[in-house]
């Protein structure tokens, strides 16, 4: 643990905390299920790691063959936003045809 932090690091574990109540807050009302808030609790833990100990992150980077640090948190990044844009797209295409469904379904009657 960092025997002190940057004022950067303080705000992007602010930032997290709220990110995550907000999370919690959804499932609690119902509007995410477990699986979602897992998935996203999961998400801000893994950051606030990151922000804390920004040296794991140079060590997975060497791991990974790839130059520095910051470089592996922006290709992760980079990767989750497109895995979820792919979600996105394919529920509104369901949602889509299930709406032209049901406007066939209202129009016959």
Aim: glycine fraction near 6%; avoid cysteine.
């Amino acid at each position: 643990m960092p025997t002190f932090f940057l004022p950067i690091q303080i705000v992007f574990v602010l930032f997290i905390l709220f990110a995550a109540s907000r999370a919690i807050l959804r499932f609690k009302d119902g509007e995410i299920h477990l699986g979602a808030l897992i998935f996203w609790l999961i998400v801000w833990v893994g950051a606030t790691l990151a922000v804390i100990f920004p040296d794991k992150t140079s060590q997975l980077a060497v791991f990974l063959g790839i130059g520095r640090g910051a470089d592996v948190i922006v290709y992760l990044s980079l990767a989750l936003l497109f895995y979820l844009v792919f979600r996105q797209n394919v529920l509104i295409e369901n949602l889509e045809t299930k709406i032209s469904k049901l406007i066939r379904e209202i129009a016959l009657k």
